[in-house]
């Protein structure tokens, strides 16, 4: 089995479940950890129906020596949420696309309570204040929702929120933008896939995450994360030109 560190977090590399499990707990247990069955989930990505009826007789257990030999299983689920992020099998972040727009809404709520309180709020203040409970939910989020049907539902949910908020019709929102100063989120979700597209070709070339994104990107994959994020640089540099 391959261990690869991150900075709070580690990627295990095995050859089957029962490698990866029974040595992760293995490991565990000579470190005096405790691998906790009953909260961690087990996803499967990009897997085809071949693969899965290959591994149908696979199960997802380890064997625990302490206080007595028991066996444990994992249970296997069709999505997972982790660190704020719904994880699907295909990745493709269309539930995880739903809860964006649910915190949007929830922002939106604590907004307007919160505004109950406040006699005449300025422009600048009401902006502030959305922007700190409604529109704080999408930044470091874009990256992941790079399919147009995905921003558009966020952009649509946005800007009804910001109607509602300063009380103007959804005709008149495209003045309200540009005099707030608010880009359309196509714009801001190319910018967020650019970023890291440039820090990782600068970075040395035997660093380990430079390795990783060239082998996924030559030859080109469709519809990949790094298609993507060439495809963002290719718009930006259009829209400079």
């Known amino acids: 089995m391959v261990i690869i560190l991150f900075m709070d977090d580690l990627c295990l590399i095995a050859h089957s479940p029962q490698e ?9 247990e000579r470190n005096r950890c405790l691998l906790s069955c009953s909260k961690s989930k087990v996803l499967t990505f990009f897997e085809t129906p071949a693969q899965n009826h290959n591994r149908s007789h696979l199960a997802w257990r380890v064997m625990t020596h302490f206080p007595t030999p028991t066996y444990n299983t994992f249970n296997e689920v069709n999505f997972f949420c982790y660190i704020g992020v719904m994880l699907d099998p295909t990745l493709s972040f269309h539930d995880h696309c739903t809860m964006l727009i649910s915190r949007i809404w929830k922002g939106h709520a604590s907004l307007r309570d919160k505004l109950q309180s406040v006699r005449t709020p300025s422009d600048t203040l009401l ?14 989020h874009l990256a992941l929702l790079s399919h147009p049907a995905q921003t558009t539902r966020l952009q649509s949910a946005l800007d009804l929120s910001l109607s509602y908020t300063f009380r103007v019709p959804p005709t008149s929102l495209t003045l309200l933008k540009l005099d707030l100063g608010l880009p359309p989120l196509d714009l801001l979700t190319q910018a967020a896939l650019a970023r890291p597209h440039c820090r990782l070709q600068v970075l040395p070339p ?3 995450a430079r390795q990783l994104f060239l082998l996924r990107t030559y030859p080109p994959r469709p519809h990949s994360l790094e298609d993507a994020m060439r495809h963002a640089l290719l718009e930006l540099g259009r829209l400079h030109d």
Do not use: E, I, K, Y
Request: hydrophobic residues 40%; charged residues 15%.
């Open 127 to 140: 902006f502030r204040l959305w922007q700190g409970r409604v529109a704080v939910h999408l930044p470091s």
């Open 20 to 28: 990866l499990l029974q040595h992760t707990q293995n490991r565990c």
């Open 206 to 208: 035997d660093h380990l």
